[in-house]
């Protein structure tokens, strides 16, 4: 008998195949998967019209005012026996305001207007959906639509807020154009301010957008924006779904941050977790209508080990819509631009990544560990964001290697733009830990760089957000420690420890932009070496702020180093807005010299030299070219502005030989100071991109 896969045609799969012959033993399982897409699809034109309306659920459920005034809400509680709802608006009374059961486990109110056809809700008072089940217990909890949830000082749990403001803010700019190369500032709205305090959106406005202008980024990553009651999670044991965190300040403060930033030319990604669920079932969706299974796999399968969290039920019509129609919310209400999905290694298999080393062979993607429910929600998500908004930005944070994650859906991708290219990070820190300056492994550096998957996107970073976090350390704290707090005063020399820091530290970032990926990140802080840790406030550390902060302040003190790391981070990000090296295809690379610790190759016309050797300062040193002609340096780390030591004359004009070098055409000699990375480009090429 014929399997039902060979009926199905993937309409771009020989363009996967022409990319990566080895999918090809593969071919059933990418079949069955783009079919149980299709019959998603299928299935949600017949039963919702389509996903366009069905991803705009948040416009029937929870809370809606009508036109008359009247408030019609709405909850899907398949295991309850019985719905009310209380608030301030009724006194409280647990029983006179009971829902109506509809079919397929949903219930519906209809609150009418007041006398004077005011609703009968207040903006900002305070509501709770009370909820009766089959055992007889009396549950208090929150709509899982809930748009606003606060939490009183003293209080542990959060409150569902209703959010009707009479003026809401109104955005004006237009979203930005999806960039070519995309530079990415990841942020925390809380910790983006040198007070020992939660920071709110409207600093974030005022004082950090226009760092981030200034730095030449073109996209912020924003974390921790999806409500979460534990601060110390960074965000990522969500509680309301829906709710943009109040601890920052009002939807409309977020939403004022994000149009600004749009006016900037700078596109705003949310952080989202639809990986897991925190397990509050006060304030979180856990056992919201009784059950362990509402929105969830019953346990086991529906537990985290690692995370002690809730894992969602994907193969569930409520918990699609749910998801989808979150997806949609943040790009329609708030207008972000796309996304950043958390955990996606952790969906993707059922054995979440734990104890799994991913080796690269192929039969580890494939297969009976492989959770299909979660892929096709993936693939359906992507489908339907670049469907509804071509310009929307999908970043999967995968460190699993799942081959055609980054491909378009219609070749039987999972249809993401880029994946973080997770190894980099990780290469950084092992030789900052265990290697010697002089023990450096050029050839094992350029591999971890450009080990990536031919035509999928990957955004490269230097140091990841978890290694700022206390336990772990940043770049500029492997380097220089310590000394940090006493020694980055420009108005003394530089010590040794002082001085290789601040090298490499540039040396490492430039490295990273210019050969690691198709994309840029940076946490924030880190551009200038930050020097302290991350701690949140929690129990260990008597509540305190003291650490959940980053000190922009450090970078307007003329006398501090920091501010010459900036200037290289700004510099950095501003050549390549100039020359396009992100846009352009990998780097070429044309020398990785053990002995000289010389790593040269180029990229979109452009010439990369790196000279890592602790003391080895090289005259006249060929390196090859692809296109001839007349070269200057565009960017110099060792510039006295970047805390260098001035060693290069950025008069000096290179003229290519046509003598052919290490597997280019033509070549050049070049003064190559120990400890720096110069850039040169074409004077004879118009660098249009």
Not at 533 to 540: A, I
Request: aromatic share 14%; hydrophobic share 35%; proline share 5%.
């Amino acid at each position: 008998m014929a399997d039902p896969e060979d009926n199905v045609t993937i309409p771009e799969f020989s363009c996967l195949l022409q990319m990566d012959p080895y999918l090809e033993t593969y071919e059933k399982d990418f079949k069955r998967r783009y079919e149980l897409l299709q019959k998603q699809l299928f299935q949600l034109e017949e039963a919702e019209g389509g996903f366009d309306q069905f991803t705009r659920s948040y416009n029937s459920f929870g809370v809606q005012r009508r036109p008359d005034n009247s408030l019609f809400f709405k909850e899907w509680a398949p295991a309850a026996e019985a719905l009310f709802l209380t608030g301030d608006f009724n006194g409280w009374d647990k029983f006179s305001h009971p829902y109506t059961k509809k079919e397929f486990g949903k219930w519906e109110l209809l609150l009418p207007p007041r006398p004077d056809k005011s609703a009968a809700v207040d903006h900002k008072t305070k509501l709770k959906v009370v909820v009766h089940t089959k055992e007889g217990e009396r549950l208090y909890r929150i709509s899982p639509w809930a748009k606003y949830v606060t939490k009183e000082e003293k209080s542990v749990i959060y409150d569902w807020v209703h959010w009707d403001p009479p003026q809401p803010y109104i955005q004006i700019h237009p979203r930005p154009k999806k960039p070519t190369s995309l530079r990415t500032y990841e942020a925390h709205v809380g910790i983006a301010s040198p007070e020992a305090k939660i920071a709110s959106y409207t600093n974030f406005t005022t004082n950090v957008l226009p760092r981030i202008k200034d730095l030449g980024y073109n996209c912020i990553q924003l974390m921790a924006v999806m409500e979460h009651a534990y601060y110390a999670s960074f965000g990522y044991q969500i509680t309301s779904f829906f709710a943009a965190s109040s601890r920052y300040g009002t939807p409309d403060e977020l939403k004022q941050l994000i149009d600004v930033a749009h006016s900037m030319g700078i596109m705003v990604l949310l952080d989202v977790v639809h990986s897991h669920a925190s397990k509050n079932t006060e304030d979180g969706l856990n056992r919201f209508d009784g059950s362990e299974s509402c929105f969830f796999h019953d346990p086991p399968r529906g537990e985290h080990k690692l995370w002690d969290s809730r894992l969602f039920n994907y193969s569930s019509w409520e918990v699609l819509r749910f998801l989808l129609s979150n997806l949609r919310w943040w790009m329609e209400e708030y207008r972000f631009d796309g996304f950043r999905f958390d955990g996606v290694t952790s969906m993707l298999y059922h054995h979440h990544g734990i104890g799994s080393g991913f080796s690269g062979d192929y039969s580890e993607y494939f297969g009976l560990q492989v959770d299909e429910d979660s892929l096709v929600y993936l693939m359906l998500a992507n489908h339907i964001l670049h469907t509804l908004y071509p310009d929307c930005i999908t970043i999967a944070e995968d460190v699993s290697g799942m081959p055609a994650l980054c491909r378009g859906v219609a070749e039987g991708g999972l249809g993401f733009d880029y994946r973080l290219a997770m190894a980099i990070p990780d290469k950084w820190i092992q030789i900052l830990k265990e290697l010697k300056d002089e023990t450096w492994d050029m050839g094992n550096i350029v591999h971890t760089l450009t080990n990536r998957r031919y035509g999928e996107k990957c955004i490269a970073y230097a140091e990841s957000h978890d290694q700022a976090l206390v336990g772990d350390k940043s770049l500029a704290f492997w380097l220089m420690d310590k000394e940090m707090y006493t020694n980055m005063s420009s108005l003394i020399p530089m010590t040794a420890v002082i001085d290789r820091g601040m090298q490499l530290h540039k040396m490492i970032r430039l490295l990273t932009h210019g050969m690691g990926g198709e994309g840029y990140l940076n946490f924030m802080g880190n551009e200038f070496g930050h020097p302290e840790w991350l701690d949140f406030p929690r129990e260990g550390n008597n509540q305190s702020y003291h650490y959940a902060r980053r000190q922009y302040n450090l970078v307007d003190m003329d006398h501090l180093r920091y501010r010459q790391l900036y200037a290289f981070d700004r510099d950095m990000n501003r050549t390549e807005d100039k020359y396009g090296w992100l846009a352009a295809p990998p780097a070429f690379v044309s020398a990785k010299h053990e002995g000289d610790k010389v790593i040269v190759f180029d990229r979109a016309n452009v010439l990369f030299i790196f000279n890592f050797h602790p003391t080895k300062s090289f005259q006249d040193y060929r390196v090859a070219v692809e296109s001839p002609g007349k070269y200057k340096i565009k960017l110099d780390s060792d510039e006295v502005l970047y805390g260098g030591h001035g060693r290069l004359d950025h008069n000096t004009e290179f003229f290519t030989e046509a003598q052919p070098f290490n597997g280019r055409p033509n070549s050049m000699k070049v003064y190559i100071p120990c400890r720096t990375a110069i850039v040169l480009a074409n004077e004879e090429i118009d660098y249009c991109y």
